[in-house]
């Protein structure tokens, strides 16, 4: 049998699971059933979620809120969406500037 394929999660990921135990009222093996995932993992972290919302606290910050890190998960998408077709552009115009250099009786 071959070897498990390990997932990875981003970070966003790690910390909305984390929130799902945080801002209700489910336990953690519940929230881990309906993720998928073992429930020692998202215990783990959901203690650093909790550690690092209290080392917030005691510097007078105030955490993100879930409405709060839906806009920071939209914005972060949205940035990334921007940064490609950045990309797509710079490469476009590289690509349209070779070609008009390359037309007989441009200088």
Do not use: C
Not at 67 to 90: C, G, H, I, P, T
């Amino acid at each position: 049998m071959p070897p498990r394929k390990r997932r990875s999660f981003t970070a966003e990921y790690k910390v909305e699971a984390a929130h799902r135990v945080i801002d209700s009222d489910r336990s953690i093996a519940e929230v881990a059933r309906e993720l998928g995932i073992p429930e020692t993992v998202l215990s783990t972290r959901v203690k650093d979620e909790r550690r690092r919302i209290a080392a917030a606290e005691v510097h007078g910050e105030k955490p993100l809120d879930s409405a709060e890190r839906a806009e920071l998960l939209r914005l972060r998408r949205q940035l990334s969406e921007l940064e490609k077709d950045n990309a797509f552009l710079v490469e476009a115009s590289a690509y349209f500037a070779a070609m008009q250099k390359n037309r007989p009786g441009s200088i």
